[in-house]
């Protein structure tokens, strides 16, 4: 199919991709950036080159191992540019050589989420915040997490935790909604990311995740008209084209992952 990588973006991976960006996307903790090395005009510039940001930051990391704050941002961006093992690999040698810092900790825990290691990265990211202080944006996270082990109801929790302390906030939303899509709860999950939508606040993701829930429905015109809002009419065709694909294949137990989406790899970055 034409555009398969955009159609596995976007359809295929749906449920899990636009779960984990929506949320680790939204999470971005800094340290203190008190003696930065570069100037605000220069890291701004380097949010928008993630390989050159992994350069610059990779050199005063491997200066100092130990600076919590050089260690942050060279994690988040490898994690950009999808250097997503060594990522994990530098936020955890940093976790352990900063015992206690919260923002490493929630970095550490996003980056292996990013690898699959969802359970780890639930114990991680439950040290990164405490339920006196709890943070919305782990909270969800942490649902997330929780929905890709299969478990709907408890992740739910965590996402209703994290609206109570940010509510109608479009990110938890629509994870909210996805996590009902994993369970096939498809008219709960259209509910819930039209609310997301609603919002005023709401992004491209969400309104993809919305396109995802109303095509599962068998809704292809509105679910195509929806999706290109934000994509090329050629790419939003081919999206719903491989959605009538995979719903017609739904009886198959080889393709039909028990009636659920088909799930591939995470792409998200801070």
Not at 69 to 93: F, T
Request: charged share 25%.
């Amino acid at each position: 199919m034409r555009r398969s990588s955009s159609v596995t973006r976007y359809l295929a991976s749906a449920a899990v991709t636009a779960m984990l960006a929506a949320s680790l996307g939204g999470c971005q903790t800094m340290g203190d950036v008190a003696g930065a090395l570069t100037s605000k005009s220069t890291e701004a510039n380097l949010d928008s080159d993630p390989r050159r940001a992994a350069e610059v930051y990779g050199e005063r990391y491997r200066a100092n191992p130990k600076d919590a704050d050089a260690a942050l941002r060279y994690g988040q961006a490898l994690r950009a540019s999808d250097q997503r093992a060594q990522a994990a690999a530098v936020l955890e040698q940093a976790s352990i050589a900063n015992p206690g810092n919260k923002a490493l900790l929630a970095s550490y825990g996003r980056a292996l989420a990013d690898n699959g290691n969802f359970q780890q990265a639930f114990d991680v990211l439950s040290k990164a915040h405490t339920p006196a202080n709890p943070d919305w944006r782990i909270l969800s996270v942490q649902g997330t997490a929780l929905d890709q082990m299969g478990k709907h109801e408890q992740a739910r929790g965590y996402y209703e935790a994290a609206l109570r302390i940010a509510p109608n906030e479009p990110s938890v939303l629509s994870n909210l909604g996805l996590s009902y899509v994993l369970s096939r709860e498809l008219p709960k999950a259209e509910e819930t990311l039209r609310k997301a939508q609603a919002s005023g606040r709401a992004d491209a993701r969400v309104r993809q995740n919305l396109a995802l829930a109303v095509g599962l429905q068998g809704r292809f015109s509105e679910a195509e008209t929806i999706a290109r809002a934000d994509l090329p009419p050629d790419e939003a065709a081919a999206n719903v084209a491989y959605l009538k694909q995979m719903l017609a294949r739904k009886d198959n137990p080889r393709t039909a992952a028990r009636g659920k989406p088909p799930v591939m790899a995470q792409d998200q970055s801070d």
